[in-house]
């Protein structure tokens, strides 16, 4: 894909480390302790749902946050941060995985003075529903004359919404009109073998995402990379419309499909309110190519 790739994964168990050792402040130099540690991590299946439910018990009553750290090669990591849930939380959803793939979790909490020890290890395997059909307006798994009268509906305003609208667009034109729910009847009635009509994208937005500084004081001849960061970034079309929204991996990267167009990247701050947070980020897709950027998080480490 790209050859930024090429970051070492292993870099991401510093991310939790550096995230954890903060600036020493006024709390810490009065001797409060670190925090005690978040103990009986669960992790929760949500099905057909490409997301899992984590639960812990926080133990601490001056912790500055925590961090969840995650894993998809097993349970002795590498590592890298999935989400820094804020003070006083004990559950967090983390969506946007992949199907069929087995991810490892711990969580440690910190404030000025330190960090915790790590929780118990727990997994879980993310599970998503079956593909539906092309012209499966209604999400029922099958292509009938009800999906075709559904998108005769929606173009005339009769109904707000599809179930899968993103299927009942037959011809892949961007909307759904009567020229779809024609194609679909046509299909229904057997005048069509198939309904794979919508030409194949090859273009789109692919780059990753960073997180920095990640070191509380920068030292003279010591390096302080940004490193990788896992994070869910919602791509707007011109008119501020949601079109898109992809999570990037352990390794900080992602890819998207996406046509011909300007875009406007909008990274998704995991705390609102609160560090780390990126700026928006206008993009220009070109036809049969795909744009790299690179998405900065601002850690709030200083």
Same mark, same amino acid.
């Given at each position: 894909?790209?050859?930024?790739?090429?970051?070492?994964?292993?870099?991401?168990?510093?991310?939790?480390?550096?995230?954890?050792?903060?600036?020493?402040?006024?709390?810490?130099?009065?001797?409060?302790?670190p925090?005690?540690?978040?103990?009986?991590?669960?992790a929760?299946?949500?099905?057909?749902?490409?997301?899992?439910t984590?639960?812990?018990?926080?133990?601490a009553?001056?912790?500055?946050?925590?961090?969840l750290e995650?894993?998809?090669?097993?349970?002795?990591?590498?590592?890298?941060?999935?989400? /820094?849930?804020?003070?006083?939380?004990?559950?967090?959803?983390? +969506? *946007?995985? %992949?199907?069929? =793939? &087995?991810?490892?979790?711990?969580?440690?909490?910190?404030?000025?003075?330190?960090?915790?020890?790590?929780?118990?290890?727990?997994?879980?395997?993310?599970?998503?529903?079956?593909?539906?059909?092309i012209?499966?307006?209604?999400?029922?798994?099958?292509?009938?004359?009800?999906?075709?009268?559904?998108?005769?509906?929606?173009?005339?305003?009769?109904?707000?919404?599809?179930?899968?609208?993103?299927?009942?667009?037959?011809?892949?034109?961007?909307?759904?009109?009567?020229?779809?729910?024609?194609?679909i009847?046509?299909?229904v009635?057997?005048? /069509?073998?198939?309904?794979?009509?919508?030409?194949?994208?090859? +273009? *789109?937005? %692919?780059?990753? =995402? &960073?997180?920095?500084?990640?070191?509380?004081?920068?030292?003279?001849?010591?390096?302080c990379?940004?490193?990788?960061?896992?994070?869910?970034?919602?791509?707007?079309d011109?008119?501020?419309?949601?079109?898109?929204?992809?999570?990037?991996?352990?390794?900080?990267?992602?890819?998207?499909?996406?046509?011909?167009?300007?875009?406007?990247?909008?990274?998704?701050?995991?705390n609102?309110?609160?560090?780390?947070?990126?700026?928006?980020?206008?993009?220009?897709?070109?036809?049969?190519?795909?744009?790299?950027?690179?998405?900065?998080?601002?850690?709030?480490?200083?």
């Amino acid at each position: 894909m790209l050859g930024i790739r090429t970051i070492q994964i292993t870099a991401l168990a510093a991310l939790g480390t550096a995230l954890l050792l903060l600036l020493t402040s006024e709390a810490s130099r009065a001797g409060e302790p670190p925090p005690a540690a978040p103990t009986n991590l669960q992790a929760m299946v949500v099905a057909d749902a490409l997301k899992i439910t984590l639960l812990w018990d926080d133990n601490a009553d001056h912790e500055g946050q925590f961090v969840l750290e995650r894993s998809s090669t097993g349970p002795d990591g590498p590592w890298g941060v999935a989400a /820094l849930p804020p003070a006083d939380s004990t559950s967090h959803n983390d +969506s *946007g995985l %992949e199907d069929d =793939v &087995t991810y490892w979790y711990r969580i440690a909490a910190s404030n000025a003075a330190g960090t915790s020890d790590y929780s118990n290890v727990v997994s879980g395997t993310a599970t998503a529903l079956p593909t539906p059909p092309i012209g499966d307006a209604d999400c029922s798994g099958s292509v009938d004359s009800i999906d075709a009268a559904l998108a005769l509906q929606f173009n005339a305003g009769l109904v707000n919404s599809l179930p899968c609208s993103e299927f009942a667009d037959v011809n892949g034109d961007g909307s759904v009109d009567a020229l779809d729910a024609s194609l679909i009847l046509q299909f229904v009635a057997g005048l /069509l073998d198939d309904l794979n009509l919508a030409p194949a994208k090859e +273009s *789109g937005i %692919e780059g990753v =995402v &960073t997180i920095g500084p990640m070191c509380p004081v920068m030292q003279k001849g010591v390096p302080c990379p940004d490193l990788p960061f896992s994070a869910k970034i919602v791509v707007e079309d011109e008119d501020g419309t949601e079109v898109a929204s992809v999570v990037s991996g352990d390794d900080g990267t992602f890819q998207i499909e996406l046509g011909a167009g300007v875009y406007v990247l909008v990274p998704q701050a995991p705390n609102p309110g609160a560090p780390p947070f990126a700026h928006e980020l206008a993009v220009e897709v070109l036809e049969d190519a795909f744009t790299e950027v690179l998405i900065q998080y601002d850690s709030g480490i200083r």
